[in-house]
């Protein structure tokens, strides 16, 4: 399997993120693609190629162009406070409150664009989130053009950032602008199959009122995890969109069995919508010793899972989210890419 990979990830390495009420490192850092990319060169996974690059078009077909604007000028407006720490906003909209009237200043901008206080951005954060879009969509180009399916080794991750907001650890949705890519491109129907343990609340936002792209998310109960206010198996989509959105919740503690038949389901709801290409954002911190997910799967586990959508049969494009258990994630993610490639 061919994986598109960029060293300008690196470029984003942010320092202090707030968790549980106090600053605490970034789970989010370079050593998890680092690792990744390792495992993959170990194994002898397939090519690893460099990415190619599209412009900034694709990403204004899912962004807004304001808060693009603002991904592109919020460090030169930081700094010019005299500000060289990470930025990170201090104040945040609430309900009742102006939600769509920017702020002038730096401070307002940041709370206003943002959806958590653990996503700083830095001075390399616009290269690497741009080098990460850049990633998923030569991935999905080789799909399109033919190929059974490719690995996008993104990060910074996409599947937390809407159309005008960041968080999560993301800033721009790889997912969704790969999809929107594939769909420009030709491609009829689309889905996003969202493995990861968080819910992917950014592209069900982004794809709500939709029946081009089918979204199916599978993640930790909202009313106790992040992101908490989206993610709820009511969530069934609006207008044209309405039924093209499935949540499956399920509790802390959750192993192997419970999810796989949320799995199961998943793929019932993909067959009968037969996209022409499938999208997985392929988050592996469902791991039992991820230091901040609360799901129990072990890494043979990914094995199955990567069979289970293998046998789905749509070409199918993998992007890469969550996982931060850094000693292991090159293991998980290249089992579930083998378990896909060995059923294939």
């Known amino acids: 399997m061919l994986t598109i990979y960029s060293q300008l990830h690196q470029l984003q390495h942010g320092k202090l993120e707030m968790m549980g009420g106090r600053f ?3 789970f989010e850092k370079p050593a998890r693609a680092e690792a990744v990319l390792a495992r993959i060169r170990a194994v002898g996974l397939g090519e690893v190629r460099a990415p ?12 807004r162009p304001r808060f693009v604007h603002f991904l592109e000028t919020a460090w030169e407006e930081w700094s ?16 009742y409150t102006n939600q769509e009237r920017e702020p002038q200043n730096i401070d307002g901008k940041l709370g206003f664009y943002s959806l958590d206080m653990a996503t700083p951005i830095t001075s390399g954060t616009w290269q690497a989130a741009t ?11 080789h799909v399109r053009n033919g190929a059974r399916a490719a690995f996008a080794l993104c990060r910074p991750p996409g599947h937390h950032a809407a159309q005008d907001y960041l968080g999560g650890y993301c800033f721009l949705n790889n997912s969704a602008i790969a999809a929107q890519y594939l769909r420009d491109q030709g491609a009829e129907r689309v889905a996003v199959l969202d493995i990861d343990y968080h819910h992917g609340n950014g592209t069900q ?13 599978l993640h930790a109960d909202p009313s106790v995890e992040f992101p908490y206010f989206l993610g709820y198996a009511d969530e069934k989509g609006v207008g044209a969109g309405l039924g093209f959105n ?12 419970v999810w796989m038949e949320a799995l ?22 469902t791991y039992k010793g991820d230091p901040i997910s609360q799901f129990k799967l072990d890494s043979p586990d990914f094995f199955k899972i990567g069979e289970r959508i293998a046998k789905l049969g749509f070409p199918t494009l993998f992007v890469m989210e969550g996982g931060y258990a850094v000693e292991e994630i090159g293991i998980n993610v290249v ?7 060995d059923a294939s």
Not at 52 to 63: A, N, Q, T, W, Y
Not at 133 to 139: G, Y
Not at 267 to 278: A, E, G, N
């Open 24 to 26: 605490v490192p970034v």
């Open 52 to 63: 190619e690059d599209f412009g900034k078009e694709p990403i204004l077909r899912v962004h």
């Open 80 to 95: 010019a406070l005299g500000r060289t720490h990470d930025a990170l906003p201090f104040i945040l909209p609430v309900r």
């Open 131 to 141: 080098a990460s879009v850049k990633v998923a969509l030569t991935a999905a180009q």
């Open 205 to 217: 936002v982004i794809f709500y009122d939709r029946p081009d792209v089918l979204t199916l998310s």
């Open 246 to 257: 499935t949540n499956y919740p399920m509790p802390w503690g959750t192993g192997l069995e």
């Open 264 to 285: 199961e389901d998943a793929c019932m709801r993909l067959t009968v919508y037969s996209p022409d290409v499938l999208v997985v954002p392929l988050g592996v911190d």
């Open 335 to 341: 089992n579930a890419l083998y378990g896909f490639e």
